[in-house]
């Protein structure tokens, strides 16, 4: 769709000034690629039942819809973050309240989910945004263990130390993406799901394009390149910074209200450092300050565990049985670290750079 704002005529001149029209998709190919991604989300889990490897397609949609937050905050605004998983869990243990314990539709509590992360957020910014660079990652790790804490404490929504079943209702309407059917097509849980995840990176893809068209987020990348010169240009660091806390902490609730309904048990511990580490591995090996780099780092980092697993018989230094030894958490938050030293090395552009190449040449 596209907005027209009337030209601006100057009094006694004929000659009209344009302002450009703002649109969701602003190009021929990036209107084929929505198409594309449609056929995509619909088709896959029409053509594919494996439900194991569609739950880990499901996993990845998750997680790379809380690094599309990250990038937002780390890639596009330049601040350093490691403590996205706490607004994650906000979003999570929203949900089971809402959607599980008070029986609100989705409608309800996934909007919710990513408001209470942004209040939140917006809650933490004044402060955590007065530091930067090693000093602001500190203290957002600080988060995370505040958040585990407050968790362990209110067992009455996460059930404490044990954690809770989450049973929120993941209906639109007629809509039940536990149950989809449409017309004489029934899906199962696990491609429902694929649906509905995958529908939401889409979204999330589109928001952060417009979002960085925009003067805000202009004025975000300005900040990231040269703060000094951006504000002498008069770009208010604080506000925008703000705005890109709170947008980055709005995602990562409806990436947590995904994860617990998708998951159907959380606890507080699920919400620790290594999950924003992994957060932050997803964007430096995707590409930060790209569309698709969170996506492409979501799918890479996604299979990182699942290769562990395949091949965990074969490495002598893992647990087997009541071995000592290294257990496959361990090994893939090891692998976390060495691919995230490996790629700021030989490639701080990411994944996506590399296909950026490889289209170039063979074109």
């Known amino acids: 769709m596209a907005v027209d704002i009337s030209p601006d005529v100057a009094e006694g001149s004929a000659r009209k000034v344009t302002v450009p029209k703002l649109r969701l998709v602003n190009s021929r190919a990036g209107r084929i690629g929505v198409i594309v991604f449609v056929v995509f989300v619909v088709a896959l889990p029409l053509n594919f039942g494996d439900t194991y490897w569609l739950g880990v397609l499901n996993s990845a949609g998750i997680v790379g819809i809380a690094a599309i937050g990250l990038n937002i905050l780390t890639g596009y605004a330049g601040q350093l973050s490691l403590g996205h998983a706490a607004f994650v869990s906000v979003g999570a243990f929203v949900t089971q309240w809402l959607g599980g314990q008070l029986g609100m539709p989705m409608i309800v509590w996934l909007p919710a989910a990513g408001l209470a992360a942004g209040l939140v957020g917006a809650a933490v910014a004044p402060f955590a945004l007065r530091l930067r660079g090693p000093y602001l990652a500190i203290v957002s790790l600080a988060l995370v263990a505040i958040g585990i804490y407050v968790a362990r404490n209110i067992p009455s929504i996460t059930g404490g130390n044990e954690g809770t079943i989450v049973n929120a209702p993941v209906t639109l309407g007629p809509i039940d993406f536990e149950n989809l059917t449409i017309g004489p097509l029934a899906f199962g849980r696990e491609q429902g799901m694929f649906i509905l995840i995958w529908a939401m990176v889409g979204l999330f893809v589109l928001l952060t394009a417009n979002v960085m068209r925009t003067r805000s987020g202009r004025a975000m990348q300005a900040i990231r390149d040269h703060d000094m010169a951006a504000e002498v240009l008069g770009v208010r ?46 964007i430096v090996i995707g590409g930060m300050a790209s569309l698709w780099g969170p996506i492409l780092g979501a799918l890479f980092v996604t299979m990182v565990p699942v290769i562990v697993d395949l091949f965990s018989d074969s490495l002598p230094f893992l647990q087997h049985g009541g071995t000592d030894g290294m257990s496959t958490t361990d090994l893939s938050l090891v692998l976390y670290g060495l691919m995230i030293v490996i790629f700021l090395l030989a490639e701080p552009k990411g994944l996506i750079a590399i296909l950026r190449r490889l289209r170039r040449r063979f074109s």
Do not use: C, H, K
């Not at 990562?252 to 699920?270: C, F, H, K, M, T």
């Open 237 to 282: 660091m604080m506000r925008t910074q703000a705005n890109a806390f709170i947008l980055s902490t709005f995602i990562a609730g409806v990436s947590g209200g995904l994860l617990a309904v998708n998951l159907e048990y959380i606890r507080p511990d699920s919400f620790s450092i290594a999950l924003s580490v992994q957060y932050l591995a997803i």
